[in-house]
């Protein structure tokens, strides 16, 4: 309370770029395994990671230890311009009241989370293109073989102009939506729920964190399908035009994944999501808040 939505903006986006730094190797590792056996039948492809640990351990045999930081600047590229807006959007219908109406928290999550998916998509397709990179035998999902970051934007947008850097933006605005709509609607009321149960004490560290797992199981639930599609739409080879090769668009992709790899297949990686959600929501939503008291 007491702060300008523009603060907000700045906060918001520094927190979301702490939490990203920390976080990263687990993007890494969900990455390449929702892109693992893509539209293929269960059991017919080779799996070179297994689970969230093992697959932290073939990302580190291909790529060396740094390769768990794969897409880290474009990550924080895209947590600064994600969260930044999207705090600036939640502090703005805080001060308008809107939060105080019945539901009024999550159409207030959802729509901030939207736009700031929508700001930040170039950021994340970049991302997505550098963590899914790697040597040919551990490869999973189109390799783009971008040399960096700049040249990652430079090759997009020499190849498929202004609108190329924000394709797959239709898989970004209903998953960000949903979750940060979820997250911000749940992690308050987790938070209260295990001190209520006297799991640990109130205000604690430890009460934040668990609040954070619980409200975890929530959006991992709710979110994964779309991150996985999100995903997808992101990373698949385009045509001169930019027209996906894979995806004609995001029912499209939701209707392949399901007929050719099974609903489970939109779950690919939720181990990795529901281990990375707890976390960041904590360390973002902490960050911001003490940068907000400072």
């Known amino acids: 309370g007491g702060v300008p939505p523009a603060t907000d903006l700045v906060l918001g986006a520094t927190a979301g770029c702490l939490a990203c ?27 070179p990671y297994r689970g969230v640990l093992r697959a932290a351990v073939a990302v580190c045999r291909a790529d060396g230890l740094r390769g768990l930081q794969k897409g880290l600047a474009a990550g924080l590229l895209y947590q600064g311009l994600m969260n930044g807006v999207r705090f600036y959007c939640y502090s703005h ?3 308008a009241g809107w939060t105080g109406y019945p539901g009024g928290t999550v159409a207030a999550g959802a729509v901030a989370g939207a736009v700031g998916a929508i700001v930040g998509s170039p950021a994340y397709l970049v991302k997505t293109h550098l963590q899914a990179q790697t040597v040919s035998a551990m490869a999973v999902g189109h390799q783009h073989n971008h040399e960096s970051i700049s040249g990652a934007f430079k090759s997009i947008y020499q190849q498929h102009g202004v609108v190329g850097l924000w394709r797959g933006v239709t898989g970004a605005v209903p998953r960000v939506a949903v979750g940060s709509a979820v997250q911000l609607a749940t992690f308050a ?14 205000g604690s560290w430890a009460a934040v964190l668990a609040g954070g797992m619980v409200s975890g199981v929530a959006v991992a639930v709710t979110m994964t399908p779309f991150d996985v599609i999100s995903t997808r739409l992101y990373n698949q080879p385009v045509d001169a035009d930019g027209t996906g090769k894979l995806y004609r668009g995001f029912l499209d992709c939701i209707l392949q994944i399901s007929s050719k790899e099974g609903l489970l297949g939109l779950y690919k990686g939720i181990g990795a999501v529901y281990l990375r959600l707890g976390p960041h929501t904590v360390l973002s939503l902490f960050f911001w808040d003490k940068l907000r008291n400072m």
């Open 21 to 47: 730094f920390l976080t990263n190797p687990l993007e890494v590792v969900k990455t390449r395994l929702q892109l693992q056996g893509e539209l293929q039948p269960p059991g017919s492809y080779p799996r």
């Open 93 to 95: 219908a805080e001060d």
């Open 189 to 202: 009321s987790a938070k209260d729920w295990v001190c209520e149960r006297q799991w640990f004490r109130k």
